[in-house]
T-cell receptor, first 114, second 119 residues
């Protein structure tokens, strides 16, 4: 089945940029997502990218997609202590009325030091 | 954006009892909802797809008799953990799909999750 892999930990200093990487195996992925989860909380959609795009920028967030290598990254500019959380990469290989079944990576724990 | 309400946020129960978790779409109709489980320090694993008015579709390895899903209306899906045991202790989270509004890619909305602890 589909597989999504992420680096488990990332530690950065406040004000620096963070880059979280993700690889996936499903070549038919249509949408790729980045979610943020704070302790004891649900999932907050940060951003997503459609598979025919290479890059998407949304304020401090930049998503890069290398479809050939099946590699996705999330860059957070000017990382703040409030960005400390677990970040999940997810993909859905299905569109249309089957859309919505997500395969998640293991999550990357981002720690931001003052 | 759309809101999905999940209740309760946390529940503690004795081994052998059943626990019901509700997932409601508050301002849209969701013909399809998804249930995930997350063990500590692990990722979210899809358990089942809940379809309004029909049987749920379970992922491989998920016991349908243990995790009963009922999607009786367009805004409510329930997950009942029957005869819960300590190994069922987990974080359960639902998502709902709003096909009518928003751009593709923005049609999935997650509940806030339920932390289940079975003693």
């Amino acid at each position: 089945g589909e597989d999504v892999e992420q680096s488990l930990f990332l530690s950065v200093r406040e004000g620096d940029s963070s880059v979280i990487n993700c690889t996936y195996t499903d070549s038919s992925s249509t949408y790729l997502y980045w979610y943020k989860q704070e302790p004891g909380a649900g999932l907050q959609l940060l951003t997503y990218i459609f598979s025919n795009m290479d890059m998407k920028q949304d304020q401090r967030l930049t998503v890069l997609l290398n479809k050939k290598d099946k590699h996705l990254s999330l860059r957070i500019a000017d990382t703040q202590t409030g960005d400390s959380a677990i970040y999940f990469c997810a993909e859905t290989g299905e569109g249309g009325t089957s859309y919505g079944k997500l395969t998640f990576g293991q999550g990357t724990i981002l720690t931001v030091h003052p | 954006g759309a809101v999905v309400s999940q209740h309760p946020s946390w529940v503690i129960c004795k081994s052998g009892t059943s626990v019901k978790i509700e997932c409601r779409s508050l301002d849209f109709q969701a013909t399809t909802m998804f249930w995930y489980r997350q063990f500590p320090k692990q990722s979210l694993m899809l358990m089942a797809t809940s379809n309004e008015g029909s049987k749920a579709t379970y992922e491989q390895g998920v016991e349908k008799d243990k995790f009963l899903i009922n999607h009786a209306s367009l805004t409510l899906s329930t997950l009942t953990v029957t005869s819960a045991h300590p190994e069922d202790s987990s974080f359960y989270i639902c998502s709902a799909r709003d096909l009518l509004q928003g751009r593709m890619g923005e049609k999935l909305f997650f509940g806030s999750g339920t932390q289940l602890s079975v003693l």
